[in-house]
């Protein structure tokens, strides 16, 4: 029913995030379950391996991709080195993808931000033969390391290093010891050399030949094709992804924010579509005019344009989108080659939120767009804040600063009317539709209707506040029909009945009161 449900036309879009959350988490909660009860069929000696033929090489480099974005996120450089482009070996490849997973979530989990992990991969000879062997993986992190005392029990069953969980992420403990059991199903090794502070690497070593395989092993009697394999090994991979982030709350949650980037050099364009495509949609136009369009089109988070460009300049461009209702809501970095205090000035006057020179930092790039985002969203809150419980004293500067004065104004005004909805906002205002929708949702954070309704109870809050007067004349106020119903959305907005909250006033009056 879960996939079904997914897969349903008519479920919204955000319910459905959420769905694939709990199929991830189901998913990975299976996972956990076979691999305790492998514990017990490794026990009693019944744990028989699927093997088939397998490219390790390309196997390995699919497990690292489902690594990439998370890399990015936290700026760790993830390396896969291999000198082979084929490395064929007999394997269970569900247990092996389960074992290099986890030795990479590991090192990720152990590591700091801006950090390397590397993973590399070569053929072996043991010693005093001349054929190639075996192949050794190596995991390598630069992370906190492992005590020596501990070391010899990492691989045991539930144990976890103390201390080590600093960073909040969910583990059980059984990682390394599956592993173990896997690898050594597999007739290899797993072994690990640490240095606290410094880093930690792991090495697993399997062997090349599959006589060198031990008896207890079933060859696969479904062998499948190498597309129902690669669909296999992503759906692994994206039951395990669920545990990588901050454990069993998978942070997909967290909607992409996006970005528009207008640069007329195709190098440098790409090199930002390229740094800034992990944490965000990006959406890439070379000159201004058609910046301009995508705009308006896809009402990114954010913008990045060069100043410096055919057809239509950065400041034009900046200056076009502060002036557009439709867009200037969104922050404007400028970037150019231009060092003149004269060119600063210029920027800023038509409205530019950020001025960076080339050649510039892309650390710093990267921090400004964060900080305008974040500070995005603060103005986003108090925006609603303060223009509801003080509408007079705002001084409206900027466009949008107009557009919510004018709106709280025609909200304020037909605020006792039930009836009153999007279809009077719209004609009120004498803008569309769409504009109304786009710059609510952009500086409040709400979609128009429970905008309206959160002014609504606010306002009933101050009345019941300054006025004393009766619930069910408030709700009458502030149009609600329904006193009860009033009562319901206010309890969920303030977290107490209007009664209680008109009482708890009164109590601090009179608090006042008897200190004074
Ligand atoms: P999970 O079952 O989700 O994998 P886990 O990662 O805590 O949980 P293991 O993978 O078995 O469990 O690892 C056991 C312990 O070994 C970890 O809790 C950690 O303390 C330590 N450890 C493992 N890998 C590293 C590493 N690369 N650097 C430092 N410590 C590590
Ligand atoms: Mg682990």
New binding site residues.
């Given amino acids: 029913p879960l996939q079904d449900l997914i897969n349903n036309k008519k479920i919204d879009s955000n319910i459905k995030k959420d769905l694939t959350i709990i199929q991830r988490n189901v998913d990975r909660l299976l996972q956990l379950v076979n691999q305790l009860l492998d514990f017990r069929k490794i026990d009693s000696g019944e744990l028989k391996l699927k093997i088939t033929q397998t490219n390790l090489i390309e196997l390995l480099s699919e497990i690292c991709s489902s690594f990439e974005q998370y890399a990015t996120s936290r700026n760790i450089s993830l390396q896969y080195l291999h000198k082979d482009e084929e490395i064929i070996l007999w394997l269970d490849r569900e247990k092996i993808i389960t074992v290099f997973f986890?030795l990479i979530s590991?090192?990720f989990?152990?590591s700091p931000d801006n950090s390397t992990i590397t993973i590399e991969i070569e053929r072996k000879t043991t010693e005093g033969k001349d054929v190639d062997s075996y192949v050794e993986v190596r995991v390598i992190?630069e992370?906190?390391?492992?005590e020596k005392e501990y070391l010899q029990h990492?691989f045991d069953r539930f144990?976890?290093?103390q201390g080590?969980h600093q960073r909040g992420k969910a583990?059980?403990?059984?990682?390394?010891?599956i592993s173990k059991e896997y690898i050594e199903a597999h007739s290899g090794t797993i072994t690990v050399e640490s240095v606290p502070g410094q880093g930690?690497t792991?090495i697993v070593s399997l062997p090349l030949r599959k006589e060198q395989l031990s008896d207890f092993i079933e060859l696969s009697s479904d062998s499948l094709s190498e597309k129902e394999n690669k669909e296999a090994t992503a759906q692994l991979l994206n039951a395990l992804s669920a545990?990588i982030e901050s454990g069993w709350s998978a942070t997909s949650n967290e909607v992409k924010k996006s970005m528009l980037i207008i640069e007329d050099n195709t190098d440098l364009l790409h090199y930002l579509a390229n740094r800034f495509s992990g944490k965000y949609h990006v959406t890439v136009a070379d000159n201004g005019m058609r910046g301009f369009q995508l705009a308006i089109e896809k009402n990114p988070d954010i913008i990045i344009t060069d100043i410096m460009m055919p057809d239509m300049d950065g400041i034009t461009l900046c200056k076009k989108l502060k002036n557009d209702l439709r867009t200037s809501h969104i922050p404007v970095i400028i970037l150019t080659a231009r060092t003149t205090e004269e060119s600063n000035l210029e920027g800023l006057e038509a409205g530019a939120d950020v001025y960076i020179q080339k050649p510039f930092n892309f650390e710093i790039l990267k921090a400004q767009v964060k900080s305008l985002i974040d500070s995005r969203e603060k103005i986003r809150i108090n925006f609603t804040k303060n223009i509801i419980l003080q509408p007079k004293e705002i001084v409206a500067t900027s466009l949008d600063e107009r557009f919510m004065m004018k709106l709280m104004e025609v909200i304020e005004k037909n605020i006792a009317n039930p009836e009153f909805g999007i279809k009077d906002l719209t004609d009120e205002m004498n803008m569309s539709h769409s504009v109304i929708f786009r710059k609510v949702k952009a500086l409040t954070g709400s979609n128009v209707i429970e905008f309206i309704r959160s002014v609504r109870l606010k306002k009933a809050a101050q009345l019941l506040q300054k006025q004393k007067l009766p619930v069910s004349e408030v709700s009458l106020m502030v149009g609600f029909n329904d006193a009860k119903y009033f009562s319901k959305c206010f309890i969920k907005e303030f977290g107490v009945s209007p009664r209680e909250y008109a009482k708890g006033i009164m109590n601090e009056n009179q608090l006042e009161e008897e200190q004074e």
């Fill in positions: 986890n590991n090192a989990k152990y992190d992370g906190i390391g492992i990492i144990y976890q290093v080590h583990g059980t403990g059984i990682g390394l010891a930690s792991f545990t």
